[in-house]
Antibody, heavy 118, light 107 residues
Framework: QVQLVESGGGVVQPGRSLTLSCAASGFTFRSFGMHWVRQAPGKGLEWVAM????????NYGDSVKGRFTISRDNSKNMLYLQLNSLRVEDTAVYYCAREGYEGWFDTWGQGTPVTVSS | EIVLTQSPATLSLSPGERATLSCRASESVSNLLAWYQQKPGQAPRLLIN???KRDTGVPARFRGSGSGTDFTLTISSLEPEDFAVYYC?????????FGGGTKVEIK
């Protein structure tokens, strides 16, 4: 079945870096745009970044632009998010999500938590 | 950035009642709006796309309507499993944004 599994979250100090991974299975990964969406504790959803199916284009939310980098390896069915210069306000559960044929987030992972704290 | 404003923040209803959730966009998004349901400890689930199309497997009691700047999600008769938080989201332009959510709680 279609599945996304995130990993790589943890506790990190402000200013440090972290890389999140998302393993995709059950579908042709290279055919779909992929996104990262985050949710701070007790808060709503915030779109973070998007990458085209072939990796040729990327878009970022204003709050992470210049600090986070989305990438993918279609040969491994993997999506990544490199988080640099982390801030306390980056604390959240990070979800990877597939952009379905109609352009919406039709499949989500279970999320990986990131805590930025000194 | 398009701001999506959801109201009310919380809706207290009993099973069997009708729920009406609103999402207002700061500028027109045409019909490029979706609704998601999120239960505690779970990832969101796509319910409605393109303002009014139910995703695969979504019960008929969920209905989306609207276009431009004003959208509504209606749950015709609440089932116990419908008590959750609902988010709207647009994809009219970058950045994609979500509304702040409406919590539908048991009265």
């Amino acid at each position: 079945q279609v599945q996304l599994v995130e990993s790589g979250g943890g506790v990190v100090q402000p200013g440090r870096s972290l890389t999140l991974s998302c393993a995709a299975s059950g579908f042709t990964f290279r055919s779909f745009g992929m996104h990262w969406v985050r949710q701070a504790p007790g808060k709503g959803l915030e779109w973070v970044a998007m990458i085209w199916p072939d990796g040729s284009n990327k878009n970022y939310g204003d709050s992470v632009k210049g600090r986070f980098t989305i990438s993918r390896d279609n040969s491994k069915n993997m999506l990544y998010l490199q988080l640099n210069s982390l801030r306390v306000e980056d604390t959240a559960v990070y979800y990877c999500a597939r952009e379905g044929y109609e352009g919406w987030f039709d499949t989500w992972g279970q999320g990986t938590p990131v805590t930025v704290s000194s | 950035e398009i701001v999506l404003t959801q109201s009310p923040a919380t809706l207290s209803l009993s099973p069997g009642e009708r729920a009406t959730l609103s999402c207002r966009a700061s500028e027109s998004v045409s019909n490029l709006l979706a609704w998601y349901q999120q239960k505690p400890g779970q990832a969101p689930r796509l319910l409605i796309n393109d303002a009014s199309k139910r995703d695969t497997g979504v019960p008929a009691r969920f209905r989306g309507s609207g276009s431009g700047t004003d959208f509504t999600l209606t749950i015709s008769s609440l089932e116990p499993e419908d008590f959750a938080v609902y988010y709207c989201q647009h994809r009219s332009n970058w950045p994609l944004t979500f509304g702040g959510g409406t919590k539908v709680e048991i009265k």
